[in-house]
Each structure stands twice: as C-alpha cells, then as structure tokens.
C-alpha cells in the first residue's frame, strides 16, 4: 500500500511539473503572436501606403499631369 501511494505521489507530481511547464510554454507563445500581430498590423498600413503611392505615381506617369491628383498636406 504504501509502494502504492509514493507511485502515484511521483505520477502526480510529474503531471503537475508538465502542466507548468505547458502553461510557461503556452504564456511565451501568447507573446510572440501578439508581438507578432503588432507587426503584421504595421506591415498591412504600410504595404496601403505604398499601393496608394505606386498608384498615384503610376497615374501621373501615364498622364504627365501631377497638379489635379496631389493630396492636400493635411490628408
């Protein structure tokens, strides 16, 4: 009986040390996906950016005409 018992107090103290250690795990990978939705979010407005500014520019290549299509400096 005794045998028994220390069998399942070594058992249960190794499930509790994974479960630290998972949950440990799962904390580091919460903070890498959300600095990595801070990044990705800056990414997608700067890849607008770009899209507005090659198309701008694209336009006024094709027409020669840049008074008509420049955004106001407060825009």
Known sequence: MDKTLNN????????ESRVAFQEDTLSQLNDVIAA???????????????GDRYRDLSFE????DKSGQEKPPHY
């Not at 290549?61 to 020669?64: D, E, F, N, S």
Request: hydrophobic share 50%; aromatic share 0%; glycine share 8%.
């Open 8 to 15: 399942l107090a070594m058992r249960v103290e190794e499930l």
């Open 36 to 50: 990595q939705d801070v990044q990705i979010r800056g990414l997608v407005a700067r890849l607008r950016e770009l």
């Open 61 to 64: 290549l094709q027409t020669g």
